[in-house]
Each structure stands twice: as structure tokens, then as C-alpha cells.
């Protein structure tokens, strides 16, 4: 039984499609947001692609990532060439990843009894105790920003001193997640397109283009999640309902369908008690390295002491310089600690 007919939980039950298992995949039926980019690892496309989904989903393909800090020196550039890969990401709409994913399986409104419960519902609103974390003093305001050039294949992560802000490729336009105090984010939000955009330009430096528009603003609260226990007896908790993280970098939802990749792999065999305890311990380094990775990005490189300043252009001025180092960290936000194709 998958509770939730999400990203996650639909690649779970595509994934365990010839298992010799009968599959209950539920949806509570919540609204998805109007504007919600994905940013998709090539090791996410190849998920999809052995699922049979990736063709139905319209994606732009991301061939570089410039790192850069406002008003500091230090950037380094990623490149899907050094990595060995076509390309380091894709970038999608929400709607359309479930759309297509759904259009492959079959959703039902019942909670049958089962000898697994499969828990991908989401971020979960669970009593104290059963999740850790903390609330960032950041929100995020995500939208989509139409730039003269248009946006190609390039995609640019830039550390300001309040969060970071990225800018996504998409169909000739940009989806910007941008992390900042949370009254800040607010009037952001809020405020209207000549103000946004003259705020953008500051920030955003001259590499992302002229920005000429803005559509789909929303504001977003940011936290980290984790369960404490990810299996217990016949349960188990995957993606945003056992790790809820910072959007720096895009690696949550990567994280989640690899936590459903490997559990697909897990229950083929065994839907034991015994199997869940092995799969969860199976997850613990891939999850604790990507929440340590994205937590340190967002409040590490967050800030406008001189020093810290200083450290962090250091660190991004040796990534630039040395190629062994950079393959690894791009290889890593691919594939996960684990997850090597």
C-alpha cells in the first residue's frame, strides 16, 4: 500500500510494475500548486526512463551551473562535460512530472489492508518526536523571470547575504527559487514587477540577462525535516514524508525517488519488518549526507560577515581551480552517495 500518488510514490509503483506484488497506490486528492518548478538529476531521468515516463515530460536540459556570490569575489562554473554526463539536470513543471507519471498507474481512493504501508505522502505535520529539524529564518519566493537573452541551458546559483538564490532554465525563461528573511520575502512577494525586477537585476548580476518580466510569484516557508525512525514494524517512510530539505541546490526531490528506487529493489524479494529496518539503514548515508550538504549550503554560505565572505569565495575560487574536486561534487548532487547507475 503507497499513501500518496506523488512524484515518489507513483516511481515506487511504476518501479515495482512485475514484482509479482499487488499494488494499492492512494491519493488524498491535494491541490497542487499553480507554479512549481522540479529540478530533475540525470540520475532521475534515467529512473524515469527505465519506468517509461521521461518521454511525456516536457524538460530543459541544464549543460552548466554557474556558482557566484553578490557582491564578493569567488564562482566556479559545473559542467555536464566534466562530469561525464549529458547533462547535469533537467528542469520540469510539477504538474507535468505527475502527469505523466500518473497517466502510467492506477489510483485508488481506498485504504485496503496490506502487508506493507508505504508512507509518501509529503511533508508530514507530525507530533513532536517523531520528527527533528528546525525552521529556517528564511522563506522562499519562487517564480518564473523572462530575460533578454533568453535563458538557454544554464542554470546559476548565486549566495547572497540573507540565502541563496537560483535561477533555473526553462523554456526560454528562468524559474527562480530565492531564499531571503521571511518579512523580506514577503514584500518581495508582493511588491510590484518594476520594483521586483530592479531587485532582481541587483542581485542577479548581469549574467542571468536583463530581466524584462515576472509571473507566478509565490512565497514559501523553508524548514528541515527528518524522521528519527524511517521503518517501523510494516511502515516505511520515504521522501518528503521521512526528509523535508532546504531547496538549495534542488536535492530533495532526487532524494526522495532514489529512497523509492532502492525500495522498490528492497521489497521485490521481501516485505518483511526485517527488510524495511535493512532498507532504512541501507538510506542512512545518502539522506545524512545530502541533509548535512544542503543544510551547510544554507546557512554556510549565508551571511555578510567579511570573513565568512572572504572563505566563501575562497572555497568557490578552489572548486574553479581544481577539476578533480568539482567532478566529484557534481557527480555527488547527480547521484547521491549511493545511488550510482
Known amino acids: 500500500m503507497i499513501r500518496g500518488a506523488g512524484p515518489v510514490g507513483c516511481t ?3 518501479a515495482l510494475r512485475g514484482a509479482g506484488l499487488r499494488v494499492a497506490l492512494h491519493d488524498s486528492g491535494a491541490a497542487a ?9 540525470y540520475a532521475t531521468r534515467l529512473m524515469f526512463e527505465r519506468i517509461g515516463v521521461w518521454a511525456g515530460i516536457a524538460a530543459t536540459p541544464i ?74 529564518g528564511q522563506d522562499a519566493v519562487v517564480a518564473l523571470v523572462q530575460t533578454e537573452p533568453p ?5 546559476h546559483e548565486r549566495f547572497t547575504e540573507e540565502g541563496p538564490l537560483a535561477l533555473l532554465p526553462h523554456a526560454g525563461r528562468y524559474a527562480m527559487v530565492w531564499s531571503m528573511r521571511p518579512e523580506r520575502a514577503e514584500t518581495l512577494a508582493s511588491a510590484d514587477q518594476t520594483e521586483f525586477l530592479s531587485r532582481f537585476a541587483r542581485v542577479a548580476g548581469p549574467a542571468a540577462g536583463r530581466p524584462l518580466a515576472v509571473q507566478w510569484r509565490t512565497c514559501q516557508p523553508l524548514a528541515l525535516k527528518v524522521r528519527e525512525t524511517r521503518a517501523s514494524g510494516n511502515e516505511v517512510y520515504i521522501g518528503n514524508a521521512a526528509q523535508t530539505l532546504h531547496p538549495v541546490a534542488g536535492q530533495g526531490l532526487n532524494l526522495g525517488l532514489r529512497d523509492a528506487w532502492e525500495l522498490a529493489a528492497a521489497l521485490r524479494t521481501d516485505l518483511s519488518p526485517q527488510a524495511l529496518e535493512r532498507f532504512a539503514a541501507q538510506r542512512r548515508l545518502d539522506a545524512s549526507a545530502t541533509i548535512r550538504m544542503t543544510d ?16 566563501r569565495g575562497a572555497a568557490l575560487t578552489a572548486l574553479d581551480v581544481f577539476p578533480a574536486p568539482r567532478r566529484f561534487f557534481a557527480r555527488r548532487m547527480i547521484f547521491g552517495a549511493r545511488a550510482i547507475p
Request: aromatic share 6%; charged share 20%.
Open 33 to 41: 500548486p499553480a507554479f512549481r518548478p522540479l529540478a530533475l538529476s
Open 151 to 155: 535563458a538557454a541551458h544554464t542554470a
Open 63 to 136: 549543460e552548466r551551473i554557474l556558482v557566484s556570490q553578490a557582491g564578493a569575489f569567488g564562482r566556479t562554473r559545473l559542467d555536464a562535460h566534466d562530469a561525464g554526463v549529458p547533462a547535469l539536470g533537467y528542469v520540469a513543471e510539477y504538474s507535468d512530472v505527475v502527469k505523466a507519471l500518473r497517466a502510467a498507474v492506477q489510483i485508488t481512493a481506498e485504504l485496503p489492508q496490506a502487508r506493507c504501508i508505504v508512507h509518501a505522502e509529503g511533508t508530514p505535520a507530525e507530533p513532536a518526536g517523531q520528527m527533528r529539524g528546525k525552521r529556517y
Open 12 to 14: 515506487l509503483a511504476l
Open 296 to 311: 551547510f549550503l544554507a546557512g554556510g554560505f549565508a551571511g555578510s560577515n567579511p570573513l565568512l565572505r572572504a572563505a
